[in-house]
């Protein structure tokens, strides 16, 4: 890859659920509100004042197990246990309609590696006590009602969000319960400022996902008419798109040839779609960057290739573009030729080299863990990968918390976690203000001979707003 590609990543404060598709209306509860998400305004939840101090009466300094110095562990967990949820969507029901794709239980897999995690000191010598709490996708609200769950019902110390928490929930547990969070997605900008050092993410902030692309592909956007493509529905971003992409293209003096937003209404965009169809056409669109979520993008796409307009999509992981999952919803010839830009490592297979060391340490270390052998290719290896990557980041922010545990020490723990490597993801890594882990990105392709992505050149630096 072109190592002009990929801006230098600037340290400091840094400031995606599928949408709503034509064909399933019923998915638009599959996230949180979008006024929500992008909005700044969050439901109205009470703050117990127990979350934030979960742990801060136990003394790390004067427990058997630790460093009398420093309070790091140095063996098993012998504190008091803190609550560690685990937050997720059950996403059973959409994936068999063929709107996401399937996962593995979590259960035994977090079960079996916070146990593990306890074995080699927990939390700053707190041991791990696991709870998984789970949000119904076609009930709107269910995911604050978790997060109420996890926060004041289970007195949760830390808050884990995985495969597509953000929005409601994130307000909910970081401001309205002032409880720490980790996602393993990216939030708007204005979440990290308003969780006041409350929630780390492994991806960039969406801004970030969003310049990527135009960052990555700025050649390819400077020879030909592209548009720039969302929604108004949940996993659209289109509010990242008005007050930081369009701005930031017009600083760039790259002018798109049309913005489409798409409603979030399955009957509304419907009517939406043959209008700005015919606007591409007239303007010779040939590119488009796409940010809104999955489902909205996928039935323009079916739409776009049955009008026989010809487009090339690049992407990033706003909203999850650069992932298998689009391959479910786009048409394929409508995808050949994708490109994406994301901080992930998938694509290996389709570039025909090695698995990631890091990705097979994880499948081996919990397939021994639960007495199964686990496959680059399981579905296991969904449940195992969000288990490995949170319980490693948990072990070393702990191990760099100074006094007692709470969540002041901890949000000051990882913004000294500068360097950490997990699985199926490029450089990892924090600062101080600094609340997004991810460092490096590569280019992925999609191609129709293999229906499948394939990863392109090396990692190189994030771009960071």
Not at 39 to 63: K, Q, W
Not at 234 to 241: E, F, I, K, R
Not at 393 to 403: D, I, K, S
Request: aromatic share 8%.
């Amino acid at each position: 890859m072109d190592d002009t590609r990929f801006a230098p990543k600037r340290r400091g404060r840094r400031r995606s659920c599928g949408a709503l598709t034509l064909s399933a209306a019923l998915l638009v509860a599959a996230c949180s509100t979008a006024a929500v998400d992008e909005g700044g305004e969050s439901s109205d939840a009470s703050t117990p004042d127990t979350a934030s101090s979960a742990a801060g009466d136990s003394n790390g300094s004067d427990v058997d197990g630790t460093d009398s110095a420093t309070g790091t562990p140095t063996g098993p967990a012998t504190l008091e246990p803190v609550t560690v949820a685990v937050l997720y969507p059950d996403v059973s029901v959409a994936a068999e309609f063929g709107f996401a794709e399937e996962i593995a239980d979590l259960g035994p897999a977090f079960e079996a590696v916070m146990a593990d995690a306890n074995a080699r000191g927990g939390i700053a010598g707190h041991p791990i006590d696991i709870q998984l709490v789970e949000f119904d996708l076609l009930v709107a609200g269910d995911s604050v009602r978790a997060c109420l769950t996890a926060t004041q019902d289970l007195g949760a110390f830390v808050v884990l969000g995985t495969n597509g928490v953000f929005g409601d929930p994130i307000s909910c547990v970081t401001e309205q319960n002032e409880t720490f969070m980790i996602t393993d997605d990216g939030a708007p900008e204005e979440f990290y400022d308003r969780a006041d050092g409350r929630l780390v993410t492994l991806l960039p902030n969406k801004t970030e996902t969003q310049v990527a692309i135009i960052e990555a592909f700025r050649t390819e956007l400077e020879a030909a008419p592209f548009a720039v493509f969302s929604s108004f529905d949940t996993g659209g971003d289109n509010v990242t798109v008005e007050r930081h992409l369009l701005p930031y293209l017009a600083e760039e003096q790259l002018e798109p040839a049309a913005v489409v937003v798409l409603d979030g209404d399955a009957d509304v965009a419907a009517s939406q779609i043959p209008i700005e169809i015919e606007r591409l056409r007239d303007a010779g669109v040939e590119t488009i960057v796409s940010t809104a979520g999955f489902f909205s993008t996928g039935a323009f796409a079916q739409a776009l290739a049955a009008a026989d307009v010809d487009v090339t999509w690049i992407g990033s992981d706003a909203a999850g573009f650069a992932s298998d999952l689009y391959a479910t919803q786009m048409e394929p010839t409508q995808l050949d030729g994708a490109r994406g830009v994301t901080v992930r490592t998938f694509g290996w297979q389709g570039a025909g080299i090695d698995e990631p060391v890091r990705r097979v340490d994880c499948r081996e270390r919990v397939g021994e863990l639960l007495g199964i052998e686990i496959g680059p290719d399981s579905l296991d290896v969904t449940a195992a990968i969000p288990a490995c990557n949170f319980a490693d980041l948990l072990v070393a922010a702990g191990e760099l918390v100074e006094g007692d545990l709470d969540t002041a020490s901890l949000s000051a723990a990882f913004q000294r976690l500068d360097t950490i490597e997990l699985a199926e993801f490029g450089a990892v890594g924090f600062g101080p203000d600094d609340f997004t882990g991810a460092q490096a990105a590569r280019e992925v392709v999609w191609s129709l001979d293999c229906m499948c992505w394939s990863s392109v050149g090396d990692f190189e630096p994030v771009y960071d707003t």
